[in-house]
C-alpha cells in the first residue's frame, strides 16, 4: 500500500526526466504561444508549419528509420483529405455523403493508412533512387486521375466548403481551437515516432534500413516490416490530410500536386532527418519563406530568394538544420562551462 | 544572473514569430493589396496584370484623396488554395482593407467565398472571369469591373455562323471553370444561330502532348474554337499544325491574346485572319484607348499592346483608386462607405463606359476582333465590331438567362 503510494512521485521525477529540459520549454512555447500570436500567425503559420509538420514527419519516419525516400506522402495525405470531402458535407453537388467527423475521419484514415501501405508494397521492392522514382510516379499519376476524374474527385475544382466539425461546445474552426488540435495531433504523431524509434519494431527497421540481408537471415520478415512502417506513415500522413482539408476548407488536384509532393521532401531534408523534430523546423522554415519572401524582395524574384535559403541551409548542413544545431551545441555547451562574468 | 546565449536566441525567434502585423498603414498612405499569379504557368499573364495595375496607380501619380498609395502584393500559382493562402496573408497580416485580385477562373471562386468571412474588406476582381463567380451566390463585398468570360464572347457565335460560315465546330478548350464560361458565351450565340458543336475536348491546365486531342476532332468540321491560355495555346497550335491540321480556328480571348500572339516561330501564319472577341482590341483608334497603351509603355518589360490581363487589372485598379478618392480614402468605417461609392460608379474606360449590375459585375463594351499582321511585323488583333454595353446575361432576360443552368463542362450542347 505505501509503495502504491510513493511509487507516483518517483515515477512523476523520472517521467519528467525522460520528458527532458528542451520538450518541457518547447511544450510549454508552443501552448502559450496563443497568448501573444494573431490569428495570423496562430493559423497561417502555426497551424500551417504543424500540419506540414506533421506530413514531413511521415516522410521522416520512412527515410529515416526505414532507409525509403517517399514522394508519396501528400497524396497520402490528399487520399484522406478527399475522403472528408466525399464522405461528409461539401458544397460542389458532388457526392458529400454528410457523414458525421467521428464517422468520417477513422474512415479517411484508414483509407489514407491501406493506400499508405499499398504504395509500400508496391515500392519496397524498389531501393535508394528507384523509390523516390516510383514514388512520385505514384504521386504525380494521381494527380492527374483527380485532375481529370469527375465522378470522384471532382476534376479540376475540386470540392469546397469543408468545414472543420464543432463539438464538445468548441467550434475547431476558429483560430485559437485549430492550432490547439494541430498541435495536439503533432505532439501525439512526435511522440508517437519517438517511442516507437526505441520499441522493438522501431529497432528492427532500423536493422533492416542498415543491413536488409543480414536481418533476413537472421529470420525477420524484411518486406513486412517495411510495410507496416508504411501504414504508420499513412496514419500520421492521413491525420494531416484532415487538418489540411479543415485549413484550406478545400481540396483540389493542386493540394497534392508535385509542387506539393516536393515540397515536403524540402521540408524533410531542410529540418533533417535523423530526428523526428527536424520534419517541424522544417515546415517553420518552409513556411515562413514561402510567406514572407515576397515582401523582402518583391514579386519577380521571391522564388529565387526561397531557393537560395535552401541551398545555403543543405550547403553549410548536409544533415539539415539538425545538423547545424548538432554543430553549434558543443561550442554552446562549452561556452557554458567557461565562468560567468 | 548569466543569461545562455541560448536562451537569447531562443527568445529572439519566438518573438520573431509572434510579431503581430506591426506595419498598420500610417494616415498619410493607404494600403492596396494586389494578388495575382507571380508564380506558376500563368507567370507572364500575372506580371503583366501588374503592369496594368501599375499602370492606374502611375495616372494618379501614387496618391488618392492625398494619401499615398501602398502596393502590397501577393502571389498564387493559379490554384485556388494559393489564391486564397496569398488572401488570407494580405488581409489578415498585412491589413489591407482593399484588396484587387485574382487573374483566373476558380481563384476568383475561391476568393468570392473567402470574401464573405471578411465582410470588412472590400474584394475588387483582377482579371477571373469565371461566371459564377458573381452570378450565383455572390459575395456583398466582391466586385468585378472587368467582365466575365462569356461577355467576352459577345458576338463571336453569330460572327462565325453569318459572316464566316461556319456550321460545324468542335472546341477545345482548359478544363476549369473560367474556359467553360468562354465555350458558354460563344455557344450561346452559335447555337441560336442554327450552329452545330459536335465535339468538345477539355484538357488540363499545363498539357504537353495534344495528340491524342488532335486525333478526337472530327473530320469535316468547319472550325476550331480554342480557348487555351498561355503556354497551352502555343503548344497546341503549333502541334495542330505539325499534324496537318488546316481548318481555320476561333480564338477565345486569352488564346489571340498579345501573350500568345508575340511567341516566335511559325504560328503566325496559322493564327492570321482567326476571329476573337474580348475586351480589347489592339488597333482600336479611340483616343483613351490610345492614351492608355502610351501610359501602359511605360511600365517595364511591356508588351507592344497591352493583354486583356493588363486591361482588365487596370479596369479594376482604376475603379478601386475612384471609389476611393469618393469616399477620401476612408475606410475607417469597414468600408461600407466605400463599397456604396464601388456599387454606384460608372465611368469611362480606355475602351469606353463600364457600370456594375445588381450583382456587382460589370456591364461593358466587348470587341470583336481579327488577326492581322501589323505594319511592323507584329501579330495585331484587328477591331471588327464593338458590341456596346454587353450585361452579364448577355442581353437575354435574366429568368431566362438563368433557366440555361450553370457553366460546366456538358452545358450547353448542341451537338
Same mark, same amino acid.
Given at each position: ?5 510513493s511509487?507516483?512521485g518517483a515515477t512523476q521525477?523520472?517521467w ?5 529540459a528542451?520538450h518541457?520549454i518547447?511544450?510549454?512555447?508552443l501552448?502559450l504561444?496563443?497568448l501573444v ?7 497561417? *503559420?502555426g497551424?500551417y508549419?504543424?500540419?506540414f509538420?506533421m506530413?514531413g514527419?511521415s ?6 528509420y ?10 497520402v495525405?490528399?487520399i484522406s ?5 466525399i464522405?461528409?458535407?461539401?458544397n460542389?453537388?458532388v457526392?458529400g455523403?454528410g457523414w458525421?467527423?467521428?464517422l468520417?475521419?477513422?474512415?479517411a484514415?484508414l483509407?489514407?493508412?491501406?493506400a499508405?501501405?499499398?504504395?509500400g508494397?508496391?515500392s #519496397?521492392r ?7 522514382m516510383i514514388t512520385?510516379?505514384?504521386?504525380t499519376a494521381?494527380?492527374?486521375?483527380a485532375?481529370?476524374?469527375y465522378?470522384i474527385?471532382?476534376?479540376h475544382s475540386?470540392y469546397?466548403?469543408?468545414r472543420?466539425?464543432a463539438?464538445w461546445?468548441?467550434?475547431w ?12 495531433l ?7 515516432v519517438?517511442?516507437g524509434?526505441?520499441s522493438?519494431f522501431g529497432m528492427?527497421l532500423q536493422? *533492416?534500413r542498415d543491413?536488409p540481408r543480414?536481418?533476413r537471415?537472421l529470420?525477420?520478415h524484411v518486406?513486412a516490416?517495411? #510495410? ?6 499513412g496514419v500520421?500522413?492521413g491525420?494531416?490530410g ?8 478545400r481540396?483540389?488536384p ?9 515540397d515536403?521532401?524540402i ?5 533533417g532527418?535523423r530526428?523526428?523534430i ?13 510567406t514572407?519572401a515576397i515582401d523582402?524582395?518583391g514579386a ?9 535559403v535552401?541551398l545555403?541551409?543543405?550547403?553549410v548542413?548536409?544533415?539539415?538544420i ?5 554543430r553549434?551545441k558543443?561550442h554552446?555547451a562549452?561556452e557554458a562551462l567557461?565562468?560567468?562574468? | 544572473m ?6 537569447v ?16 498603414a500610417a ?5 492596396i493589396g494586389?494578388?495575382?499569379?507571380f508564380e ?8 503583366d ?8 496607380v502611375?495616372e494618379m =501619380?501614387?496618391t488618392?484623396?492625398?494619401k ?6 501577393g502571389?498564387s500559382?493559379?490554384?485556388?488554395d494559393?489564391?486564397v493562402r496569398?488572401?488570407?496573408?494580405l ?7 482593399v484588396?484587387?485580385?485574382p487573374?483566373?477562373g476558380?481563384e476568383?471562386?475561391?476568393v468570392?467565398d473567402?470574401? &464573405?468571412?471578411q465582410p470588412n474588406?472590400t474584394?475588387i476582381n483582377?482579371t477571373s472571369a ?8 455572390p459575395?456583398?463585398n466582391f466586385f468585378r469591373?472587368s467582365t466575365?468570360g462569356a ?12 459572316d464566316k460560315?461556319? &456550321?460545324?465546330?468542335a472546341?477545345?478548350a %482548359? ?9 458558354f458565351?460563344?455557344?450561346a %450565340?452559335f447555337c441560336k444561330a442554327g450552329g452545330?458543336v459536335p465535339s468538345?475536348?477539355?484538357v ?12 478526337a476532332?472530327? %473530320?469535316?468540321v468547319?472550325?476550331?474554337y480554342?480557348?487555351?491560355g498561355?503556354?497551352?495555346a502555343?503548344?497546341f ?5 505539325q499534324?496537318?491540321?488546316?481548318a481555320? @480556328?476561333?480564338?477565345?480571348s ?6 500568345v500572339?508575340?511567341?516566335?516561330g511559325?504560328l503566325?501564319?496559322?493564327?492570321k485572319?482567326?476571329p476573337s472577341?474580348?475586351p ?5 483608334d479611340a483616343?483613351?484607348w ?5 501610359a501602359y &509603355? ?7 499592346s497591352p493583354?486583356?490581363f493588363?486591361h482588365g ?5 482604376k475603379a478601386?483608386?475612384l471609389?476611393?478618392?469618393?469616399v477620401g480614402g476612408?475606410v ?7 463599397? %456604396? ?8 474606360t480606355p475602351?469606353g463606359?463600364v457600370s456594375l449590375?445588381? =450583382? ?6 466587348i470587341? @470583336? ?8 511585323? =507584329?501579330l495585331? =488583333?484587328?477591331l ?5 454595353q454587353?450585361?452579364?446575361?448577355l ?5 431566362e438567362?438563368m433557366?440555361l443552368g450553370a457553366v460546366n463542362?456538358?452545358n450547353?450542347s448542341c451537338?
Open positions: 500500500m505505501s509503495l502504491a503510494i511509487t507516483p521525477q523520472n519528467l526526466e525522460k520528458l527532458g528542451g518541457i518547447l511544450g510549454t512555447a501552448v504561444y496563443p500570436a494573431s490569428d495570423f500567425f496562430l493559423t497561417q *503559420i497551424g508549419s504543424l500540419i509538420g506530413l514527419l516522410l521522416m519516419l520512412l527515410a529515416g526505414g532507409g525509403m525516400v517517399s514522394l508519396a506522402q501528400i497524396t495525405a490528399g483529405a478527399y475522403a472528408i470531402a464522405l461528409g458535407n461539401n460542389s453537388n457526392l455523403f458525421p467527423w467521428w468520417a475521419v477513422p474512415f484514415v483509407a489514407a493508412a491501406l499508405s501501405a499499398l504504395i508494397w508496391i #519496397v524498389t531501393e535508394g533512387i528507384y523509390t523516390i512520385l510516379a505514384i504521386a494521381t494527380y492527374y486521375f485532375q481529370q476524374n465522378a474527385f471532382n476534376g475540386g469546397a466548403g469543408i472543420a466539425p463539438f461546445g468548441i467550434s474552426r476558429d483560430a485559437k481551437p485549430f492550432y490547439y488540435l494541430c498541435l495536439g503533432a505532439v501525439l504523431s512526435y511522440a508517437a519517438l517511442y524509434s526505441r522493438t528492427t536493422a *533492416i543491413n543480414r536481418m537471415a529470420g525477420y518486406t516490416h517495411k #510495410v507496416f512502417a508504411w501504414l504508420l506513415a500520421i500522413a491525420l494531416a484532415v487538418l489540411l482539408v479543415w485549413f484550406n476548407g481540396v483540389s493542386g493540394t497534392i500536386g508535385v509542387d506539393a509532393a516536393i515536403v521532401l521540408i524533410a531534408v531542410i529540418g532527418i530526428h523526428p527536424g520534419p517541424f523546423l522544417g515546415a517553420l522554415v518552409v513556411v515562413l519563406m514561402q514572407f523582402i524582395v519577380e524574384r521571391f522564388n529565387t530568394l526561397i531557393g537560395m535552401f545555403v541551409i543543405v550547403f548542413s548536409p544533415d539539415g539538425l545538423g547545424l544545431w548538432g553549434i558543443p554552446l562549452q567557461r565562468p560567468g562574468p | 548569466r543569461m545562455h546565449r541560448r536562451t536566441l531562443a527568445l529572439a525567434v519566438f518573438t520573431g514569430l509572434t510579431a503581430p502585423s506591426m506595419a498598420l494616415d498619410d498612405t493607404i494600403k494586389l494578388l495575382a499569379t506558376g504557368p500563368f507567370t507572364v499573364l500575372g506580371e496584370g501588374e503592369r496594368g495595375a501599375m499602370t492606374a502611375a =501619380n501614387g488618392v484623396a492625398g499615398k498609395i501602398e502596393i502590397v502584393k502571389s500559382d493559379a490554384s485556388p494559393s489564391a496569398a488572401a488570407r496573408k488581409v489578415e497580416q498585412d491589413g489591407v482593407k484588396l484587387v485580385g487573374l483566373s476558380d476568383g471562386i475561391a468570392k473567402y470574401a &464573405k468571412t474588406v474584394f483582377g469565371a461566371q459564377d463567380t458573381t452570378l450565383r451566390n459575395a456583398e469591373f466575365d461577355q467576352w464572347m459577345a458576338g463571336l457565335g453569330t460572327y462565325a455562323f453569318k460560315g461556319y &456550321k460545324k465546330v472546341t477545345v %482548359e478544363d476549369y471553370s473560367f474556359p467553360y464560361t468562354q465555350v458565351g460563344f455557344m %450565340e452545330h468538345k475536348s477539355w488540363p491546365i499545363g498539357n504537353k502532348d495534344f495528340s491524342s486531342v488532335i486525333a476532332i472530327p %473530320e469535316g468547319d472550325a476550331i480554342v480557348a487555351l498561355g503556354a497551352d502555343v503548344n497550335l503549333t502541334q495542330y499544325q499534324s496537318g491540321g488546316t481555320p @480556328l476561333i480564338g477565345g486569352i488564346t489571340v491574346d498579345q501573350t500572339l508575340t511567341s516566335k511559325k503566325k501564319d496559322v493564327l485572319g482567326t472577341a474580348g480589347t482590341a489592339d488597333t482600336n483616343p483613351a490610345k492614351a492608355f497603351v502610351e &509603355k511605360k511600365q517595364p518589360g511591356a508588351f507592344p493583354s486583356l493588363a487589372y487596370y479596369v479594376d485598379m478601386t483608386l471609389g476611393l478618392d469618393k476612408d475607417s468605417d469597414g468600408g461600407k462607405k466605400l463599397r %456604396e461609392a464601388l456599387s454606384s460608379l460608372s465611368f469611362d475602351t463606359k449590375d445588381k =450583382n456587382r459585375n460589370a456591364i461593358a463594351d470587341f @470583336l476582333t481579327e488577326v492581322t499582321e501589323g505594319s511592323d511585323g =507584329n495585331l =488583333n484587328k471588327v465590331k464593338v458590341v456596346p454587353v450585361n452579364q446575361t442581353g437575354i432576360p435574366e429568368d438567362f433557366k463542362r456538358d450547353p451537338p
